[in-house]
């Protein structure tokens, strides 16, 4: 089968490999959609999260690079392993929780309480080994398989990866009903903090920071009360005006830069949340004093704990809804380079997810 192997930065092969093996316990799942992530684009540029090198295996697949991307995918059954409960079959539409965990609970702390995002060895299917989403098949542990509910595209549960990462920082942030929010960064995962954000209230004041024209529009046409250049505009400005003084309660940092972290602490309210979503390339610095006399919560979200259950609920319930239309290019395996990670990097006016079909 034909997959994207991931050999260093800058260096993804499309390259013919072996269909994986189906073990006890495990699904099968021909690939339908897999949605490109900023890891993956982290990964392109600079080596990030964390990956095996060519020496040293990852410790919990035992694989050394190459090894297949994509952590954002949806597909279909087609093969049960031995032992697998009464809950799937063939035929199925199913999205994948791509985490891996030590899953050691009598010795790791954090997944003997269920954190596995919170595992020191924490990785991803698609990251860390055990194949990916950029592939044509892939082999993964029943409990990490979610069934797609009737009338949720393929499409949309590749989605579904993304969405759990802002619906678990929106849970963590304590946001509530007539809260006000500022997001920074208009990407995919700005836009789902927007929808998941919308879904607990839809008529609170949410001000988004983007410099990207089309992710403004876009992010306007999916409920942003205010959206504004942060190049052109003087935002902390805008959200004094908008909270008659106040400040903005929960700020979600979807950027991952120095500029977008300066400008959460500016306009959070004294004892108003800073969430960090975002993964860094580099560490930023952060104004201590400012978040000592105001009293700031600074935290962060990473992957998600648990939540996709929710996530599917709400999708399925019309909480959250219009997410196909984030949707702005769906591409083949071959082209996921030029035409996926290259076009997210370089036509930002132009894209906000694409979606893979190997």
Known sequence: MKAARYYA???????????????????????AWNGICGSDIHAYLAGLPKFPTLTTPGPLSGETLPVTLGHEFSGIIVELGAGTDGRFAVGQNVCVEPIMACRREGSCWPCHEGFHNLCPLVNSIGIGGWGGGLSEIVSVDQNAVHILPEGISLEVGACLEPLAVAWHAVKRSGYKVGDTALILGAGPIGLFLLKVLRAIDPNSIIVVSEPAALRLEVASQHGATITANPLESDIPSIITKATNGKGIDHAFDAAGVQSGIDLSLRCVRPRGSVMLVALWEASPKIDLNLVLRREINVTGSICYDRVHGEVLEALKDGRISGIDSLITSRIALDDVVEQGIKALIQEKDKQVKILVHP
């Open 9 to 31: 930065p800058g260096d993804i092969r499309i390259e013919d490999i072996p269909i994986p093996s189906l073990k006890d316990g495990q699904v099968k799942i021909r690939i």
